[in-house]
Nanobody, 126 residues
Framework: QVQLVESGGGLVQAGGSLRLSCVASGRTFSNSAMGWFRQAPGQEREFVAGISWRGGITDYADSVKGRFTVSRDRAKNTVFLQMNSLNTEDTAVYYC???????????????????WGQGTQVTVSS
């Protein structure tokens, strides 16, 4: 059974930092892209950051560029999201995803082809 389990969420003040982790089990994702999405209350889930199977390609939503950094440890089937300079608009449930392909920019397709974690809440207070 494939599982992706996120951790590291919580409550932080604006300007602060958090580091999210996602550990996958049940199969290896060393040849798959992994990424992070988020969903704020009343909004659709949106792409945040993605990383290719070897880590050579990273991609970010414009809203987080320069503040968030995605990385991975292929040997440990783990992906990370370092979030700095957080603001209240970053408040959301953050989901980890492992795609079926080494990498692709069509993140909409991830919704139907990727494995997903259960999400971790990030709340940024002003």
């Amino acid at each position: 059974q494939v599982q992706l389990v996120e951790s590291g969420g919580g409550l932080v003040q604006a300007g602060g930092s958090l580091r999210l982790s996602c550990v996958a089990s049940g199969r290896t994702f060393s040849n798959s892209a992994m990424g992070w999405f988020r969903q704020a209350p009343g909004q659709e889930r949106e792409f945040v950051a993605g990383i290719s199977w070897r880590g050579g390609i990273t991609d970010y939503a414009d809203s987080v560029k320069g503040r968030f950094t995605v990385s991975r440890d292929r040997a440990k089937n783990t992906v990370f999201l370092q979030m700095n300079s957080l603001n209240t608009e970053d408040t959301a449930v953050y989901y980890c995803a492992a795609d079926a392909l080494p990498f692709r920019y069509d993140y909409a397709k991830w919704e139907t082809t990727a494995y997903w974690g259960q999400g971790t809440q990030v709340t940024v207070s002003s």
